[in-house]
């Protein structure tokens, strides 16, 4: 019973993989409901091929090409009030003339320096341009300004501390005289109080005679 039971299963296995040989390999019919779908899918005149991610892709580049290729060409109408420290007029350091007055920016503030007793107005005309920069950007930008007057120690803390008010006060009005509103100019005088300096030699208390000019954030 088992040797006839061989021979028969051998040849209907034998007789399935010829039938599947002849119907995919020579009749190219295997799979004929999967190829009509997809026929019909690629018939079907609405039918459009889905890609997210090349959508994404191609989107991205159009963004980029116009971000690219946008040029501003609106005139700027605010000038940011900390550009100040940065002006073409400041210094970035002292030089030796300490007969002379001297706009030097450090770091987040500006300082401007005053020969001894200055009231001249040859001291007024260098700090002139500094302070019309100044102004047009507060004008700009309606923001305020700080100005915080210091001497040196000659003469009593009492008098040096009027000086340095007033001071502070003759920039203030420079500052009024080129269009600046009163409201947006605080001063304060220190006095002797904060030197940043000797006070030992001429050059260190022309360092401690300043103005300092602080844009309020």
């Known amino acids: 019973m088992n040797s006839r039971f061989i021979p028969v299963a051998a040849f209907a296995l034998w007789s399935i993989v010829c039938w599947r040989w002849y119907v995919c390999g020579i009749k190219q019919q295997c799979g004929e409901k999967d190829m009509a779908a997809v026929t019909a899918v690629q018939a079907d005149p609405t039918y459009t091929p889905t890609d997210t991610f090349g959508q994404a892709a191609a989107q991205n580049a159009i963004e980029a090409d116009g971000k690219a290729g946008t040029t501003n060409t609106a005139p700027s109408t605010t000038t940011a009030p900390a550009s100040h420290a940065s002006s073409t007029t400041t210094q970035k350091a002292l030089t030796d003339n300490i007969d002379a007055a001297q706009v030097v920016a450090v770091a987040d503030h500006v300082l401007i320096h005053f020969p001894y007793g200055s009231n001249r107005r040859v001291d007024d005309d260098a700090i002139d341009g500094y302070l019309s920069e100044l102004a047009n950007a507060l004008q700009a930008s309606g923001g305020k300004v700080t100005l915080i007057g210091h001497t040196d120690n000659i003469g009593d803390p009492a008098s ?26 605080i001063v304060k005088g220190l006095g002797e109080s904060k030197p940043i300096a000797t006070n030992d030699n001429p050059r260190g208390r022309y360092k401690n005679r300043r103005v300092e000019v602080r844009i309020n954030k």
Not at 160 to 179: F, V
Not at 180 to 185: L, R, T, Y
Request: glycine share 4%.
């Open 160 to 185: 040096n501390k009027a000086m340095s008010l007033d001071r502070a006060k003759h920039i203030r009005a420079s500052l009024i005289k080129k269009g600046v509103s009163a409201k947006q100019v």
